[in-house]
């Protein structure tokens, strides 16, 4: 089945650092998604991608569908200490597909 | 309310009994997923209602897990004859247009 890689599974980082995370896969996609997930809640969508190179920004946040169809990124800038939980890519073929998780990376931001 | 609302939000049970979990979706929404998550894991994809069709059962880990969509709207996991292995959040999500949204999840604990 389709898989996507979201490595490493954890990041530390000092508050106010800037951190980047992929994901990628070997398969073409039509969305990207990128989720948060808080201790104790259900993931929360934070961005959506749907075309090849789009560039989405959402606060501090930023996103980008790849070129290739093959890969996403999110960028956080100037972290804070709310920022942790753990982040996780989606994609599908389709609106009426279904939603393949990465396995989520782990993030810690030190005060 | 608005959001996916899943209910209860802890059971606790003795092993090998049966239990019930309830996920009411967004109003319009096609899609429906069960997810299972382990402390600080990714999220177990367990089935995926959309619309009429057959739903994707590939990855319920065994048959003392089912679940049903009535009416194109609420679901219902059912879990028989619990085993402690089976303790952990699940997680439902309802999708329109390739978005999925989630609830807050039941946490699991069979003792």
């Known amino acids: 089945g389709q898989q996507l890689n979201q490595s490493p599974q954890s990041m530390f980082i000092q508050e106010g650092e800037d951190v980047s995370m992929n994901c990628t896969s070997s398969s073409i996609f039509n969305t990207w998604l990128w989720y948060k997930q808080d201790p104790g809640e259900g993931p929360v969508l934070l961005i959506a991608l749907y075309k090849a190179g789009e560039l989405t920004s959402n606060g501090r946040l930023t996103a980008q569908f790849g070129i290739t169809r093959k890969d996403s990124f999110l960028n956080i800038s100037a972290s804070i200490p709310s920022d942790v939980g753990i982040y996780f890519c989606?994609?599908?073929?389709?609106?009426?597909?279904?939603?393949?998780f990465g396995k989520g990376i782990t993030l810690s931001v030190r005060p | 309310g608005a959001g996916v609302s899943q209910s209860p939000s802890n059971k606790v049970t003795e092993k090998g009994k049966d239990v019930e979990l309830r996920c009411d979706p967004i109003?319009?929404?096609?899609?429906l997923y069960w997810y299972r998550q382990s402390l600080g894991q990714g999220l177990e994809f367990l089935i995926y209602f959309q619309g009429n069709s057959a739903p994707d059962k590939s990855g319920l880990p065994s048959d003392r897990f089912s679940a049903e969509r009535t009416g194109g709207s609420v679901s219902t996991l059912t879990i028989q004859r619990t085993q402690q292995e089976d303790s952990a959040v699940y997680l439902c999500?309802?999708?329109?247009?390739?978005?999925?949204?989630f609830g807050q999840g039941t946490r699991l604990t069979v003792v």
């Open positions: 109003s319009g929404h096609t899609a």
């Open positions: 999500a309802s999708s329109l247009e390739g978005k999925a949204f």
């Open positions: 989606a994609t599908n073929t389709g609106a009426n597909s279904k939603l393949t």
